[in-house]
Structure formats: C-alpha cells, structure tokens
C-alpha cells in the first residue's frame, strides 16, 4: 500500500462516514477508529526501516546509541501522543486530548532529562 492507497482508504472511509454518521453515529466513531489503525499499523513497517537505517548510520559515525535512541524514544512518544489526542478530539473528547498532549509533553522532558544533565554537565565544565 503506498500513499495514494493510504489517501483512498482514508478518503472512501470519510465519505462512508458521512452517509452513516446521522443514522448510526457510534458505527461511524468506530469505522472512524478503525481506518486510523490501519493506516498506523501499515506505516509500523516503513518506521521500522527508517529506526534500522538510523541505527546502521549513527553505528557508523561512532555516534553514542544512548543519545540516539533517547532521540526515538521522544519522537515516538511525540506521535503516540499525537495520535491519542487526535482520536479523542474525533471523539469530541478535547479535555481528554489536552491531557494526553500535556502526558506526552511531560514523558519527554523525563526522558530527555539524562541529555540535559549531560549538555549542562558540559557547558559548567569549559567554564573556568
């Protein structure tokens, strides 16, 4: 499935949604759900691919893998996070959206806590 099958699934889902929304708006929230997970679980594939080919390119370059996988770590939790509100805001639940935002938000600060430590641990040492 490449883009332009991703886009027709999404959009002949959308257009089956609007015929039934109004006689059957809980099968319409959960054909809704359901085109989103696929769509999701269909690109798992293509990140993995992306997360090996990092891999191998900062193995590479010597580069430190703590740093690297700190680095997907906080992009993953960026586009759960995303993903979670974006279904609760499709769901008219905006309260429970702004929290898994604001949940997301805070993972990423624990998680990049070590870097920050390390960065600042730098910086104080150049200075005399």
Known sequence: M???????LGVMTTIIIVFIRESRPEIARLLSLVAGVVIVLYLIHYLSMIIELIFSMAKEAGMDSVYLTTLLRVIGIAYLAEF???????ADEKNIAFKIEFAG?????VIAIPILVSVMERIIGFIP
């Open 2 to 8: 490449q883009i332009s099958q991703v886009v027709g």
């Open 84 to 90: 979670g509100s974006q279904i609760c805001r499709d």
């Open 105 to 109: 938000k805070v993972m990423i600060l």
